[in-house]
Structures are given as C-alpha cells and as structure tokens.
C-alpha cells in the first residue's frame, strides 16, 4: 500500500480557525459548542454532552484514577448532583477507557461503545502491540504505555446499529476505524460540531514542543497506537466531508471556525503516515472476538542505542577509574 508521507514543516497553516480556550491545568470544563463541555484530565480531553435538564452523556472517560477529579469537574460546572445517562467510548484503549468502569459505577450508568470494541472491553483481547519505532514524542512515551484493554463486565454495551447515540438527540456515531478497529467518532449537525476522538488530533503529537504548549493544529492520530493507517485516513476524509465547524478530538485543543472544514480536507489529502512502522504497510486484522491478525515487529533500534550508550558509559567509567 503506497501512501503519501509529508514532511512536518509541510503541514500548511489554518486559516479562520480559532482555538477554544485551554482545559489543562483547569479543574473547571470549558464550553466547545452549545451544550458541548470539554474537560482536559492530564493529556486526554473528555467531553459532557447535552443539557442538564434534559440528560446528558459523557464522552470518553480518561485515564485509570481520574474518576474523582472528573466526577468534581464536572460537578463544579453541571452541579453537584449532575450525573449522565451514559457513557459512550470512542475507543477504548487506556487513556480514553481508563476510568470508564469507575465511573460507570458511581454514576451506575451504561458504557457504550462500537461492536468492534468490545474485545478490548470485555476481557476478551488486549489491543495490537504499539509500535514506538516510527520515532517522535508519542512513540517515545508509548514505550511506557499499555496496551491491554479493560473489562467493564455488564457495564458495556454496543451502539445502537442505526448510528444514533444513546441519550444523546440530534447526535449520531459514525464509525471511523484505522487508529482502532471499532474507533467511532460523533457528530452533531446542529453547529456541524464533530467529536473525532483519536480519529485525528488537534495538536502535534509527535512534537515534545506542542505537548506543551498545545500548539493547535490539525494532525493524524497517535502513530504508534493506529495499527490501519488506509483506513484512518478514509476515516479522515469522511469526516471532513462532513464539513465540521467544531472539532473536538482526544488530544489537542478543540477548534472552530469556517475554515477547520477545509483544514480537515487539506489533512485527508496529504494524510501523514509514518515514513515506516509496523502497521504502515500492512494493518492489524481484527473481528468482533478482538485481533485475528498482527504484521511482525519491526526492529527497534532504541534498545541497540541504549546498549551501545551504556558499552560507551562502561568504558569510560572504567578509563576514570584507571586514571584516576
Ligand atoms: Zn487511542
Ligand atoms: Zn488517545
């Protein structure tokens, strides 16, 4: 599979498209769109859907051990007894799902999420190996990172077959699968205002310099996590089709504005795949009982670097010790 790669510096500039203002470092949501809340636990943004009165859900959950300061989040903001009628997974790897059952059990609430998710929320598979080889600040930090899946036992349930969201009028989910195999994103035409969890980023993943400053910009998934690149940049050429004037993604500050429609097509069309990695050229193979089919590792040359480093810090410890 031949796809086009592109240089970083390549990525053209945005016109008409303003930034929402910034979660992090907030312990209060900040408001994306008409009844769109956005709340930022660590790197990962979580959203509150729809009105107080008449329901609400939660999109996506956070990392393991976040539950409280979400729950007190979005009780500073939707009040103090404020709980949603669900909860609905983009996906579910680690950072996304992390609390999802706390949460689901607090709230005693349903999890929803696309069919081909539930493996990975049911206990029955853990995710495709991440592949950090491809280089960059998210690769680097994946080494770190799980890739297990979780189970939400009773808790977790499909979505809805005919694309709508559950507790969750005038949305629907779309499926958008390349970054996972069951990613779903969520769009509401009332403000044309898109939830693409990691179906795209609105930062620089791959830079040390925008995690932390949350330059904004429109960027693929985190690489070493999206293990069907074909299919995540049609993923991303559906939704730009959708003609967004919001969009609000995992990762990354929230953007509007008339020219983030265009902006979302310019990313479909030179869609930054990796140079090289695992799933570059040929995807992880998934069905509805988790993963059928992996391409081998690739060699990571991190491991031999850090060998020869420590061979060279050896040697010249041993070269001190004898001089000195
Ligand atoms: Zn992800
Ligand atoms: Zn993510």
Redesign the pocket.
């Known amino acids: 599979m031949d796809l086009p790669t592109i240089a970083p510096e390549a990525r053209a500039a945005r016109p008409r498209i303003t930034p929402v203002r910034s979660s992090r470092n907030s312990v209060n949501l900040v408001e994306v769109a008409p009844g769109v809340d956005y709340l930022t636990v660590g790197f990962v943004n979580l959203y509150a859907v729809g009105d107080v009165e008449q329901g609400w859900i939660l999109v996506d959950s956070g990392l393991l051990g976040t539950a409280a300061f979400t729950r007190s989040a979005i009780g500073r903001r939707r009040g103090p007894r404020a709980r949603p009628h669900a909860i609905v997974l983009t ?1 579910g ?1 680690f ?2 799902a992390g609390s999802a059952y706390a949460l689901a059990e607090e709230w005693d609430v349903p999890v929803y999420a696309h069919r081909l998710e539930l493996p990975y929320l049911t206990g029955r598979s853990d995710y495709p190996p991440q592949d950090p080889t491809m280089g960059g600040a998210i690769a680097q930090m994946s080494r770190a990172f799980p890739h297990s899946g979780f189970d939400l036992g009773r808790r977790v349930h499909p979505l809805p077959d005919d694309g709508s969201v559950p507790h969750a009028p005038g949305w629907r989910w779309l499926h958008t699968p390349g ?2 195999h069951g ?1 779903v994103s969520l769009f509401r035409d009332s403000g044309r205002v898109l939830i693409a ?2 179906a795209f980023a609105t930062m620089d993943m791959d830079s040390w310099t925008s995690h932390l400053t949350e330059r904004e910009e429109l960027d693929r ?2 690489a070493p ?1 999206t293990t069907d690149w074909g299919a995540a940049r049609r993923s991303v050429e559906e939704l730009a089709g959708l003609e967004p004037a919001v969009v609000a993604a ?1 990762h990354g500050v929230p953007m509007r504005g008339p020219g983030v429609a265009a902006a979302l097509h310019g990313l479909a069309a030179r869609f930054p795949v990796p140079p090289h990695g695992r799933y570059v050229h040929s995807p992880a193979r998934a069905d509805e009982g988790g993963i059928t089919e992996l391409p081998p590792p690739v060699p990571d040359p991190l491991p031999l670097r850090l060998a020869g480093a420590a061979v060279l810090a050896g040697a010249a410890f041993a070269v001190a010790r004898r001089r000195g």
């Open positions: 996906h790897h950072d996304h970054h996972t990613h969890g990691d998934p985190a996590f995992g």
